[in-house]
């Protein structure tokens, strides 16, 4: 079974420019969470979209936004990009209303913004 | 979700067991205590979870106390592999809208 599939691995942009990062969960998962993690910080909570509908995030600007497809994919979206965004963006998946909602996550886009 | 406290970092002898504390003192009764891990630059790595009896699974046992206010995770045999982060987490399980906060975690470093 394929686990969180993010891409791509590397970006590298322009101060200003637009990121798009995507997000596949497993499988039979629904929901999508977004994850930030600049060097040698902590992971902190970006969005949750489940069944295509965003609903929660963290205490992020606007500029940080995404949308959840039919599928379950997911994207992120971060406009006007400040060099404080480089950082690693993580996506993990689970499915609510299981026993077992334990989140499994990607690998990670590494974002850096020059 | 309760908050958690755990050393900030840790040293392990390869072949020895790792006993990685977490103290959470205000946790509630429906809050299962979760372990995940992040070797350096990757994604974090789900490894146990439990409420309040002991788990153990192909990667390590949790020991959580009877009042529930602390736990312990245990590699029973740690390799330099097991060179990582250790996060203890609680949530609520069943709930997939209660998100993992993640804390600073333990930097566990396994030594020859």
């Known amino acids: 079974e394929a686990g969180v599939t993010q891409s791509p691995t590397h970006l590298i942009k322009t101060r200003g420019q637009q990121a798009t990062l995507r997000c596949s969960p497993i499988?039979?998962?629904?929901?999508v969470y977004w994850y930030q993690q600049a060097l040698g910080l902590g992971l902190q909570f970006l969005l949750w979209y489940d069944e295509g509908e965003e609903r929660n995030r963290g205490n992020f600007p606007p500029r940080f936004s995404g949308r959840q497809f039919p599928n379950y994919s997911s994207e992120l979206n971060v406009n006007a990009l400040e060099l404080e965004d480089s950082a690693l963006y993580l996506c993990?998946?689970?499915?609510?209303?299981?026993?077992?909602?334990?989140?499994?996550f990607g690998q990670g886009t590494r974002l850096t913004v020059v | 979700d309760a908050k958690t406290t755990q050393p900030t970092s840790m040293d392990c002898a390869e072949g020895r067991a790792a006993n990685l504390p977490c103290n959470h003192s205000t946790i509630s009764g429906n809050e299962y205590v979760y372990w995940y891990r992040q070797i350096h630059s990757q994604g974090p790595q789900y490894i146990i979870h439990?409420?309040?009896n002991n788990e153990t699974n192909e990667m390590a046992s949790l020991i959580i106390t009877e009042d529930r206010k602390s736990s312990t995770l245990i590699l029973p045999h740690a390799t330099l592999r097991d060179t990582a982060v250790y996060y203890c987490?609680?949530?609520?399980?069943?709930?997939?809208?209660?998100?993992?906060?993640f804390g600073g975690g333990t930097r566990l470093m396994v030594k020859p």
């Open positions: 987490i609680v949530r609520v399980a069943g709930n997939a809208g209660n998100m993992l906060t």
């Open positions: 993990a998946s689970n499915s609510p209303g299981r026993r077992n909602t334990e989140a499994f």
């Open positions: 499988s039979g998962h629904t929901s």
């Open positions: 439990g409420l309040k």
